[in-house]
């Protein structure tokens, strides 16, 4: 006898007593057993009162701003969706789109192909020490942005690190102020997301190779498959999963990007690191364009949400 | 047939998001706390000038002076308000100037604002707070305190907004600023000693020398233009010197007929452009941090540095007699300096607080004469220096600091940071200096881009 059917002959005598209560209990005990009780949206109700008031209100306000131009203090102007039309007309607001999205190279897609090449030759073969190194490579992620920022900042200034080095393997003739050159700023900054990245990547891929059956590979190898055959047709469609919620995080992360470029070059030299979510900082808080950047951190927020569902049914097959 | 579940889930999203809806509130953002100032600022006899008799109350004050020196001075002087004053609490909040930038807003537009704010001269902050109602004038207290006598004009100028909200340098006064700083030229004493050069008398004498130093394989003028404004302070000298001081606060301030594309403007552009390339400024200056090239000079590469009297306390603690200040040399020996500057944020009365009279007495403290003399003994310049500040031994670089303000006042040889143009020219500016820099631009497409900035502000 299950615990519902239990109950329900228990609460008999409360029905016949046709209070209100009663008749919702008896509801409820006609339900089948298993089924899910309406009481659970009960217990997620605080979580969902905090969820609202926190993400899903501020969300509202912020669509409800980006409608005006305000400067945050004195009356706001209706606009309706100048804002927006704004993002596609104004070069100076798709320039950090278009930023954004050559980030995503080095934030999302170098990471991965790294990450996949290391896992495989690790998974590969057998190396003394392999915690100690994983643990070095996932390291940049462990790190405090502002701290990553500041330390690349030294090593690409001009007698930086990054150039010391240039110069001391005779390619003293490229060296540049990386940060403040207008073509190298964005691929330097760039450089240092996938730093950053790419041992999450590692550590997914990794993890997920480890359940990866070993007959298969056996098969592959009898079938006379080398190491780059064996790649493609087992490891890569085996680590699917993984792949996608690799691109997830790092697209998202490369998307959402803010404090590297604030520590690191501040959107210049000129704009040419200038992005989205530094921009949605710098014209609600320094220059008083609240409007403006409402409308910006929707379309951020839309560019994110699209992004995602497209890679998790590309990659993950989902539907 | 609808399911009981799915139909309670729809309720609950249709809940959830209406009351979000409703939070967020369907007037125009803005609107609701637009209400009229309820204070006037008018003086009320009895307390105008006595804050002892003003009964129990706590002023919360909110101030930027982190750093060493000015944390000091504030902590003193705040000290000895409330001693003279017992009535008097101050509940001093200090927040570092980006994190007071960024939060005063909100702060102002709540219900419980502080009631005394220091606020930053411009466009983006104190016009559009005053705009907002939020800032009392404080010409009565000014003529109460005889600030119009102990100020020189063109610093108070710079605390007025216009009544019609349009301009700032002119109209009603909004606050009162305790420091002045302006742009010098730091040099290496025993380096330029070691070259065989002495500190130049004129303007051509200086830019006669950087060729001689980049000759003799040492970097003329230490700079890192980075952090995008270091570089409105390098040009802003070149540009005082090339277009005359009239000019540039016409353009600043949008009156007359000058425009950033003028012959004058485009020639610092030039001038700035060709020590670029050059050779004459740290190489690779965009791609160098401001505080790393101030810490490379300390460490003694570079022979000048052009940049702020606040960097003076930071230079000299390594530096020692070793670090020598001065203005811009003028065009003709002896001739009238002429350097950027200005003075510290200031100090503001909001207009939702209860006791406009103790803010008033209380920035009078802060700025008047016994104050300047906490300034100065605590490293600092004081806007108006006074019998502390005369004692300075004449050749340290505290001293020289002072007789360069005494001299730029005497003369009125200040003019404004280019930035305070329009609302948006710290963003046209500072990204064009760094293309002129980096040889991205000419001088000429340079002056074109300030300009369109500045036409499109002043046309509305």
Redesign the interface.
Known sequence: MTQAVREAQRSEPVVRSRSRLGRLRSLYARRAPGEPRAVGYLYVLPALAVFSLFILVPFFQSIWYSLFNWDGLTPATWVGLDNYTALFTDPSLRGPFVHALILLLFYALLPIVIGLLIAATLSRMRIRGMTFFRTVLFLPQVLAMVVVALAWRWIFAPDGLFNAGLSAVGLGGITRPWLGDFTFALPAVGIVGTWVEFGLCMVLFLAGCQRIPRELYEAARLDGAGAVREFFAVTLPELRPQIAVAATLTIVAGLRNFDLIYVTTGGGPGDATSVPAYEVYHRAFEVGQVGGAAAIGIALAILIFVVTVVVSRLIEGRR | MSH??RR??AL?TLA??S???V????S????S??SPATNTGQPKASVATNPAKGGKVTLNVWDQEVRGGQNAEMTQLNKEFQEKYPNVTINRTSKSFSDL??TL??A??GKNPPDVVEANQGY?DMV??V??G?LVPLDKYAKLYGWEQRYPKTLLDLNRVSDDFQHFGEGKLYGISQMGEYITVYYNKSKLKSLGLTPPKTWSDFAAQLPKIKAKGQTPIEFG????WPAIHTFGVIQAQTTGKQDVRNLVFGTGNAKWTDSATVKAAKVLQDWAQKGYF????????YD?ASKKFADGTGVYLITGTWQAAVLKKPMGKNLGLMLPPPAQAGGEPTTTGGESLAFAVTSKSQHPDVAAAYLDFITNAHADDVMTQTGNLPAVPGKAADALPADSPEGQMVAGWKDLSKVDGLVPYLDYST??FY?TI???L??LI?G?TTPEQFTQTLQADYQKFHQK
Do not use: H, I, M, Y
């Not at chain 2, 939070?23 to 369907?26: D, K, L, N, P, S």
């Not at chain 2, 125009?28 to 609107?31: C, D």
């Not at chain 2, 740290?282 to 941090?289: F, M, S």
């Open positions: 009981p579940r309670l889930g609950v959830l998001v009351t979000s809806l939070a967020a509130g369907c125009a953002p803005g609107s706390d637009n930038k960024t807003r909100l102002l537009s983006p559009t707070f705009k907002a939020q233009n980075l952090d995008k740290t190489k690779g200056a965009n791609g160098l941090g790393d609302p948006t963003d500072t990204a064009s760094q293309s980096g991205q």
